[in-house]
């Protein structure tokens, strides 16, 4: 019998130690550890069995976003901005050309009617008033001079009269008596024209009077000063235009606020109607207002033909005056305004959110799972926009957790809630307007 000898083979790590672990499997089977069948089969038992669980285990509940339907009244508004202005503003020029002598008033000083605001000199202007009332009295001299003239031929034509009457006509002889004739007609025409030159004068003085007496800018109305645009000294000339002195806003206790409506609202604004607006200098307070009229003519209509074409692609506005009351003095002129104005009251009536009306359970559900964004259907609950007298549905949740669909008819709408009648629906019962994305 043959003795079997077994061979070992041993293998030398880098060190010069020997790899027991592979002296000792040498020759015999590999440990199941070891064998890459196992892992393999490990691995797979495992990805089945968490897919098990997945696929059996109950899907929880879908989270619905409610709002509660609401009854009450809808009041629906036009948004616009503009700018509030004095109610009468007045721009206070000269007439007259020179130098200032004296500012009276400054920026903000209540002024009254009559009161001086500003002096020009009148050093011109009164040597022309002189020489004014020099060429008036020597216009009145010449009338003087041009009646004595008539005056004598007068008398000289009619002596020629009287001893024509009493010679029978002999004596003067005709062309005499013509020429007298004739020259108490020049006499009378140089008397109308001396007359006619007083006048003149009369005119030249009393100009020079007026320009001596706008020489003082007076304030034309009762108010305060905003704006003051000359100083002593500045000189100001008024021969191609009547330069711009001080603005003065009549009063300030009422202003008009002017707003632009677009085209889409202006159908729904009308004279009389009540509004509200802010100003960023009074944050959170609101002012009240009253519409006073609304503008035909469009941004537009003053532009030529030529301009209106190149703004055919702007958007047409409309101007609307509101009256405001500033009794408390807290408003100004300039300051840029938001007024809401109040079109229109629906009356005590059922409200759902706008969200409720565009909510899709399909839809929904798909959009809620791991990656959907929580909260759903509400940031787009403001852009709505529900058709009046439209059929639609909104989705209440029962009890079981499912969703019933009730038919309402719609009404009118401030673009976040909408009228809605129904049979079904009721007043505070909780309607759905989105959902919430799975694990939030």
Same mark, same amino acid.
């Given at each position: 019998?043959?003795?079997?000898?077994?061979?070992?083979?041993?293998?030398?790590?880098?060190?010069?130690?020997?790899?027991?672990?592979?002296?000792?499997?040498?020759?015999?089977?590999?440990?199941?550890?070891?064998?890459?069948?196992?892992?393999?089969?490990?691995? %797979?038992?495992?990805?089945?069995?968490?897919?098990?669980?997945?696929?059996?285990?109950?899907?929880?509940?879908?989270?619905?976003?409610?709002?509660?339907?609401?009854?009450?009244?809808?009041?629906?508004?036009?948004?616009?901005?503009?700018?509030?202005?004095?109610?009468?503003?007045?721009?206070?020029?000269?007439?007259?050309?020179?130098?200032?002598?004296?500012?009276?008033?400054?920026?903000?000083?209540?002024?009254?009617?009559?009161?001086?605001?500003?002096?020009?000199?009148?050093?011109?202007?009164?040597?022309?008033?002189?020489?004014?009332?020099?060429?008036?009295?020597?216009?009145?001299?010449?009338?003087?001079?041009?009646?004595?003239?008539?005056?004598?031929?007068?008398?000289?034509?009619?002596?020629?009269?009287?001893?024509?009457?009493?010679?029978?006509?002999?004596?003067?002889?005709?062309?005499?008596?013509?020429?007298?004739?004739?020259?108490?007609?020049?006499?009378?025409?140089?008397?109308?024209?001396?007359?006619?030159?007083?006048?003149?004068?009369?005119?030249?003085?009393?100009?020079?009077?007026?320009?001596?007496?706008?020489?003082?800018?007076?304030?034309?109305?009762?108010?305060?000063?905003?704006?003051?645009?000359?100083?002593?000294?500045?000189?100001?000339?008024?021969?191609?235009?009547?330069?711009?002195?001080?603005?003065?806003?009549?009063?300030?206790?009422?202003?008009?606020?002017?707003?632009?409506?677009?085209?889409?609202?202006?159908?729904?604004?009308?004279?009389?109607?009540?509004?509200?607006?802010?100003?960023?200098?009074?944050?959170?307070?609101?002012?009240?207002?009253?519409?006073?009229?609304?503008?035909?003519?469009?941004?537009?209509?003053?532009?030529?033909?030529?301009?209106?074409?190149?703004?055919?692609?702007?958007?047409?506005?409309?101007?609307?005056?509101?009256?405001?009351?500033?009794?408390?003095?807290?408003?100004?002129?300039?300051?840029?305004?938001?007024?809401?104005?109040?079109?229109?009251?629906?009356?005590?009536?059922?409200?759902?959110?706008?969200?409720?009306?565009?909510?899709?359970?399909?839809?929904?559900?798909?959009?809620?799972?791991?990656?959907?964004?929580?909260?759903?259907?509400?940031?787009?609950?403001?852009?709505?926009?529900?058709?009046?007298?439209?059929?639609?549905?909104?989705?209440?949740?029962?009890?079981?957790?499912?969703?019933?669909?009730?038919?309402?008819?719609?009404?009118?709408?401030?673009?976040?809630?909408?009228?809605?009648?129904?049979?079904? %629906?009721?007043?505070?019962?909780?309607?759905?307007?989105?959902?919430?994305?799975?694990?939030?």
């Amino acid at each position: 019998m043959s003795e079997t000898i077994a061979t070992t083979t041993t293998t030398t790590t880098p060190d010069g130690d020997t790899d027991i672990e592979t002296y000792l499997d040498a020759g015999g089977p590999k440990k199941w550890y070891r064998r890459k069948r196992v892992w393999l089969g490990l691995l %797979l038992l495992i990805a089945l069995a968490a897919l098990t669980y997945t696929c059996t285990r109950d899907a929880p509940p879908p989270d619905y976003i409610t709002a509660e339907v609401e009854q009450r009244s809808l009041d629906l508004t036009v948004t616009a901005t503009g700018a509030l202005r004095p109610t009468n503003q007045v721009e206070v020029g000269s007439e007259v050309s020179g130098k200032i002598d004296r500012i009276m008033v400054d920026v903000n000083d209540q002024v009254a009617r009559g009161q001086i605001l500003a002096v020009i000199n009148t050093d011109v202007i009164d040597d022309q008033i002189t020489q004014g009332r020099a060429n008036l009295d020597a216009a009145r001299a010449q009338v003087a001079q041009a009646q004595a003239t008539l005056d004598a031929d007068i008398a000289q034509l009619r002596r020629l009269q009287d001893v024509q009457r009493l010679s029978g006509g002999r004596v003067p002889a005709q062309a005499e008596l013509e020429q007298a004739e004739a020259s108490v007609r020049r006499g009378q025409a140089s008397v109308a024209a001396a007359r006619a030159n007083v006048v003149a004068s009369q005119a030249q003085l009393s100009t020079a009077q007026t320009n001596r007496n706008r020489a003082v800018v007076r304030s034309p109305v009762s108010g305060v000063v905003l704006a003051r645009q000359v100083e002593p000294g500045q000189t100001v000339a008024a021969s191609f235009n009547t330069p711009t002195l001080f603005v003065i806003a009549e009063n300030l206790s009422t202003m008009q606020l002017r707003v632009d409506l677009d085209e889409a609202d202006v159908g729904q604004v009308d004279p009389g109607q009540r509004a509200t607006f802010t100003v960023d200098a009074y944050p959170g307070r609101r002012f009240p207002a009253t519409v006073e009229r609304v503008d035909l003519g469009s941004n537009t209509t003053a532009l030529g033909q030529q301009a209106q074409a190149q703004a055919s692609q702007q958007v047409v506005s409309y101007e609307a005056r509101l009256n405001v009351t500033n009794t408390e003095g807290l408003l100004r002129p300039g300051m840029t305004a938001t007024a809401t104005i109040a079109t229109q009251s629906t009356g005590r009536a059922m409200l759902v959110p706008n969200g409720a009306l565009r909510f899709e359970p399909e839809a929904e559900e798909e959009e809620g799972g791991m990656f959907g964004q929580q909260n759903f259907g509400l940031e787009e609950e403001s852009e709505a926009t529900i058709g009046v007298g439209s059929r639609q549905q909104v989705h209440v949740v029962e009890a079981d957790g499912s969703l019933r669909a009730i038919e309402v008819v719609t009404g009118q709408s401030d673009g976040r809630m909408t009228v809605v009648t129904s049979a079904e %629906l009721e007043p505070g019962m909780n309607v759905v307007t989105g959902l919430r994305a799975a694990g939030q």
